[in-house]
């Protein structure tokens, strides 16, 4: 997946350092980046530490005022680096949404991401054609997004208590509170595999996207806010599931981990113009079946 990714970036003639980090892999993928890709800056971990981690060391590898992060399972197409940088030119942007599409389709998967009531992250635009009038934008997704420098260093990058997923959520959520507008790029196109590292709907990837939810849920203080009967109802749609279905409770035990994991500081606040209120309570449980 990295190759073809490297590859597709190469072919986008725009003007860019490219940086990947290689979270202590064991699979020869740091020898494939050295010798396939030697313009490449290569930032080899000797840990896994995770979505988040890795990317704030790749960041901290760049110096440019654009930081723009693509999911090694994302094949950008050409013109993608100009396209999603261009909104940074308006002094009140400070982090940009890529459109990526299912493969083999002109279904969009995510363009960014859009937030309900209750702190549900949905990808935004998802299953429609492309060209289709999405919701809300509340923040961009990691997978296919930019970031102006100096807003990522005054929020501080990814939080490392999140090892994968939410991060993308909590950062935006940071930046609009520091005053940060979201833009959509929608010329800044990619098509995205998903799940193609942790594997969809995995063991894994439940339990990472679990700890990320009760994570976010105590830092933003959304079970002592009104929407509380809400999210206590979609959380218990989602172990309830995970038990029916999987027989596990994994959903649940992450969950209570990120909520012990997010009780060392105050509540943080929720910007009000990042919420989407059209998505009631049957849409939510609908874009929850249909993999948000």
């Known amino acids: 997946m990295l190759e073809r990714c490297l590859r597709a970036l190469d072919a986008d003639r725009s003007p860019k350092r490219v940086i990947v980090v290689d979270n202590a892999s064991g699979d020869g993928t740091a020898e494939l980046v050295r010798e396939a890709f030697p313009?490449?800056?290569?930032?080899?971990?000797?840990?896994?530490?995770?979505?988040?981690?890795?990317?704030?060391?790749?960041v901290r590898a760049g110096d440019g005022e654009a930081i723009v992060l693509v999911n090694n399972d994302v094949l950008v197409q050409p013109g993608f680096v100009d396209a999603?940088?261009?909104?940074?030119?308006?002094?009140?942007?400070?982090?940009?949404?890529?459109?990526?599409?299912?493969?083999?389709t002109n279904l969009v998967d995510g363009f960014g991401i859009e937030l309900d009531r209750a702190l549900a992250a949905y990808n935004r635009g998802r299953h429609a054609p492309v060209g289709t009038p999405a919701g809300r934008l509340a923040m961009p997704s990691g997978g296919a997004a930019a970031y102006r420098r100096s807003a990522w260093e005054a929020a501080g990058?990814?939080?490392?208590a999140l090892f994968a997923y939410g991060e993308d959520v909590d950062l935006g959520l940071r930046?609009?509170?520091?005053?940060?507008?979201?833009?959509?790029?929608?010329?800044?196109?990619?098509?995205?595999?998903g799940g193609a590292s942790a594997?969809?709907?995995?063991?894994?990837?439940?339990e990472l996207a679990g700890f990320a939810r009760g994570f976010l849920l105590r830092r933003y203080g959304i079970l002592r806010s009104s929407a509380a009967p809400r999210a206590l109802m979609l959380?218990?749609?989602?172990?309830?599931?995970?038990?029916?279905?999987?027989?596990?409770?994994?959903?649940?035990?992450?969950?209570?981990?990120?909520?012990?994991?997010?009780?060392?500081?105050?509540?943080?606040?929720?910007?009000?113009?990042?919420?989407?209120?059209?998505?009631?309570?049957?849409?939510?449980?609908?874009r929850l079946r249909s993999a948000r």
């Open 39 to 58: 313009t490449a800056t290569l930032v080899a971990l000797s840990e896994n530490l995770g979505f988040g981690r890795a990317v704030n060391a790749g």
């Open 199 to 206: 594997g969809v709907n995995s063991p894994l990837q439940r």
């Open 157 to 160: 990058g990814f939080d490392a």
């Open 84 to 104: 999603i940088v261009a909104p940074l030119a308006s002094p009140s942007v400070g982090m940009v949404a890529g459109l990526t599409t299912i493969p083999d």
């Open 175 to 193: 930046l609009r509170t520091l005053g940060w507008d979201a833009a959509e790029a929608p010329a800044a196109r990619g098509v995205h595999l």
């Open 235 to 286: 959380e218990g749609l989602v172990v309830g599931w995970g038990l029916i279905r999987h027989r596990t409770l994994v959903p649940l035990r992450a969950r209570a981990d990120g909520w012990l994991a997010a009780g060392h500081e105050a509540r943080r606040p929720l910007p009000p113009d990042a919420i989407e209120p059209a998505i009631g309570m049957l849409e939510a449980v609908r």
